[in-house]
């Protein structure tokens, strides 16, 4: 698919990744929906993306208003690319210090955002781009977030780790579901990117993470993953893959 006059929905495109492919998809000539939560700066940001861009606000978790947004992004045209960036995670052990049982409620919290955010993002966005006329052969595609945290999971993020390698999980399965519907799905996996909640560290302990990235020795910059994203839409090739973006990176425990 080329990305001039695609139209295009990105969750949680308000800051960080998303905001980044976002970015990118618009300077590409795309029409872009993002979608993220009332309380992002997603208006602000959607006006200073100009007339490409329009922001609604809506909870991924949410059918009704997730499906509602995403029949908003299609009256730009035939909702043809989503690229779903919106997640989190909560720190977590099995067992406290104290060695009581970890929360459940923040494993379950953490599970719904990640997990059920992207099956609403597999299910609704596949809904509509299986009504599109196909061009080239292809009627849409889907780029779902993981984490190197899929494979390597570090202590205290046991919640993270499972809800990422949850998204692994469905990548092959759902390029599979969807391919006689001629939509494709790819996941980026990416390593320790330079996000707005990164940029709060001490400059010792930046040093220390860059330190730990083999090569290039740095965080991983939005705009790479952005590039990845648009690249993964553009590639009808490009199917069933989870793609770690890490710069070689294996997490250790700590």
């Known amino acids: 698919m080329q990305l001039s006059g695609l139209t295009t ?42 007339d490409a861009a ?17 029949d908003a992004a299609g009256e730009s045209g035939p909702l043809r690319g989503l690229v779903h960036c919106a997640g989190a995670g909560r720190r977590l052990r099995v067992l406290d210090k104290d060695g009581e049982p970890g929360s459940l409620e923040d494993f379950e919290w953490v599970m719904k955002l990640n997990v059920t955010g992207s099956f609403n993002a597999l299910r609704l966005g596949a809904a509509r781009m299986a009504r599109n006329e196909a061009v080239d052969g292809e009627r849409g595609a889907i780029v779902l977030t993981a984490s190197v945290a899929a494979f390597e999971g570090q202590i205290g993020q046991l919640p993270y780790t499972a809800s990422k390698a949850a998204i692994v999980g469905m990548t092959l399965n759902a390029a599979r579901d969807l391919a006689s519907k001629a939509i494709r799905v790819c996941t980026i996996a990416p390593g320790i990117m330079d996000t707005p909640l990164l940029a709060r560290l001490r400059d010792d302990v930046r040093a220390s993470l860059e330190a730990s990235v083999p090569n290039p020795p740095r965080l991983g910059n939005t705009a790479e993953f952005a590039l990845l994203a648009g690249q993964i839409l553009e590639n009808g090739y490009l199917n069933g893959e989870t793609i770690r973006l890490d710069g070689a990176i294996r997490m250790a425990p700590r």
């Open 9 to 50: 929905a990105v969750t949680g495109g308000a800051s960080g990744l998303g905001l980044a492919t976002a970015q990118r998809l618009v300077a590409a000539g795309g029409q872009v929906t993002i979608i993220d939560l009332p309380s992002s700066a997603g208006e602000q940001v959607a006006a200073d993306l100009g």
């Open 54 to 70: 329009r922001f609604v606000a809506a909870d991924v978790t949410d059918s009704e208003q997730f499906a509602a947004a995403l």
